[in-house]
C-alpha cells in the first residue's frame, strides 16, 4: 500500500492551492480520509477529514471556511482545496486513511505561504 502526496509549493497570502493523495495497492472506499499537517517546531495536527460511507466533513477550526476535503473513491484519492491561505498554513501536509484500527500514512507535501 502507498498513499502518494502531491500539489503542495509556494504560495502567496491568499492565494489557493489542491492538494492530491493517491493511494495504491488496495480499495479504500471503506477508510476515513484526512489530512494532517506538521509545521517547523511543532506538533501534527489535524486539519480535516471525510468519512467513508456518510461523506461527512470535519474541519480544525483554524481552517473551517477556507479549506475544503473531497475524494473520489474511483481514484482512491483525497483531496484539500486550500483557499486564502495564511503564513501560518506553512506546514508539511500528511494525507492518512483509517479504518478501525488500521491506518496508513502519506510521505507529505510541503506547504509554503509567504506574507
Known amino acids: 500500500v502507498q498513499l502518494q502526496a502531491s500539489g503542495g509549493g509556494l504560495v502567496q497570502a491568499g492565494g489557493s492551492l489542491k492538494l492530491s493523495c493517491a493511494a495504491s495497492?488496495?480499495?479504500?472506499?471503506?477508510?476515513?480520509m484526512g489530512w494532517f499537517r506538521q509545521a517547523p517546531g511543532k506538533e501534527r495536527e489535524f486539519v480535516a477529514a471525510i468519512a467513508a460511507i456518510t461523506w461527512y466533513e470535519y474541519y480544525a477550526d483554524s481552517v473551517k471556511g477556507r479549506f475544503t476535503i473531497s475524494r473520489d473513491n474511483v481514484k482512491n484519492t483525497v483531496y484539500l482545496q486550500m483557499n486564502s491561505l495564511k503564513p501560518e498554513d506553512t506546514a508539511v501536509y500528511y494525507c492518512?486513511?483509517?479504518?478501525?484500527?488500521?491506518?496508513?500514512w502519506g510521505q507529505g507535501t510541503l506547504v509554503t505561504v509567504s506574507s
Open positions: 492518512r486513511f483509517t479504518r478501525d484500527t488500521y491506518y496508513y
Open positions: 495497492g488496495r480499495t479504500f472506499s471503506t477508510y476515513n
